[in-house]
C-alpha cells in the first residue's frame, strides 16, 4: 500500500500541483486520496518495524486514542487559520512552503495535546462525550433465531 500509494500519490499530486485548472478537482479529490493510502501504508511499515516503545510509538498512540478529537480540533484550528472569520490567512495557501509549515505547527499542536489530555484522562474529550451518548442508547434484545426447519427426504420404500 506504501509503495502504490506514495509512487502513484507523489507524481500525481505534483502534477495537479503544476496544472491546478486543468487537475485541480482530481488533485483534491482523487488523487490527495491515493496519497493518503500510502502514508497510512508508510505509517503501517514504521509501525510494524519500530520493535521498541520510544517517543514516535507513544506520539502516534496517543493521537490514535484521541482521533476523533484531533480531527474536530484540526479542523477548527485551520479554519481559524484560513478562513476570514479567523485569521484570514487562506490566500497564503497557493505556497507549498506556507502549507508544509501550517501542517507541522498543526501536527505538533495535535500530537501534545493528546499526550498532555492522555496524560490526566482515560480517553479524548470527544471520545469519552460519544460513550457517554452510547451509553444512553438501550440495549436491543437479540432478535432470536428462527426455527430449524427439518429437511425432508424422499422415502426411498416408497
Same mark, same amino acid.
Request: net charge neutral.
Given at each position: /500500500?506504501?509503495?502504490?500509494?506514495?509512487?502513484?500519490?507523489?507524481?500525481?499530486? +505534483?502534477?495537479?500541483? +503544476?496544472?491546478? =485548472? =486543468?487537475? %485541480? /478537482? +482530481?488533485?483534491?479529490?482523487?488523487?490527495?486520496?491515493?496519497l493518503m493510502l500510502g502514508y497510512v501504508g508508510l505509517v503501517g511499515i514504521l509501525m510494524d518495524r519500530v520493535r521498541r516503545p520510544g517517543q514516535v510509538t507513544a506520539s502516534l498512540t496517543a493521537v490514535g486514542?484521541?482521533?476523533? #478529537?484531533?480531527?474536530?480540533?484540526?479542523?477548527?484550528?485551520?479554519?481559524?487559520? *484560513?478562513?476570514?472569520?479567523?485569521?484570514? /490567512?487562506?490566500?497564503? +495557501?497557493?505556497?507549498?512552503? &506556507? @502549507?508544509?509549515?501550517?501542517?507541522?505547527?498543526? #501536527?505538533? $499542536?495535535?500530537?501534545?495535546?493528546?499526550?498532555? &489530555?492522555?496524560?490526566? *484522562?482515560?480517553? %479524548?474529550? /470527544? !471520545? @469519552? *462525550?460519544?460513550?457517554?451518548?452510547?451509553?444512553?442508547?438501550? !440495549?436491543? =434484545?437479540? $432478535?432470536?433465531?428462527?426455527?430449524?426447519? !427439518?429437511?425432508?427426504?424422499?422415502?426411498?420404500?416408497?
Open positions: /500500500m506504501a509503495v502504490w500509494g506514495l509512487g502513484l500519490g507523489l507524481p500525481l499530486n +505534483a502534477l495537479a500541483a +503544476a496544472f491546478p =485548472d =486543468d487537475l %485541480g /478537482m +482530481a488533485g483534491r479529490n482523487a488523487f490527495a486520496l491515493v486514542r484521541t482521533a476523533l #478529537s484531533c480531527y474536530i480540533l484540526q479542523n477548527l484550528l485551520a479554519s481559524l487559520i *484560513f478562513y476570514s472569520w479567523g485569521l484570514g /490567512m487562506g490566500h497564503l +495557501a497557493d505556497h507549498a512552503g &506556507w @502549507m508544509v509549515a501550517a501542517w507541522a505547527v498543526l #501536527s505538533l $499542536v495535535l500530537v501534545a495535546g493528546s499526550r498532555l &489530555w492522555l496524560s490526566r *484522562f482515560p480517553r %479524548g474529550p /470527544m !471520545e @469519552m *462525550f460519544q460513550a457517554r451518548v452510547l451509553a444512553l442508547v438501550p !440495549e436491543r =434484545d437479540r $432478535v432470536p433465531d428462527p426455527p430449524e426447519v !427439518e429437511e425432508r427426504h424422499p422415502d426411498p420404500r416408497g
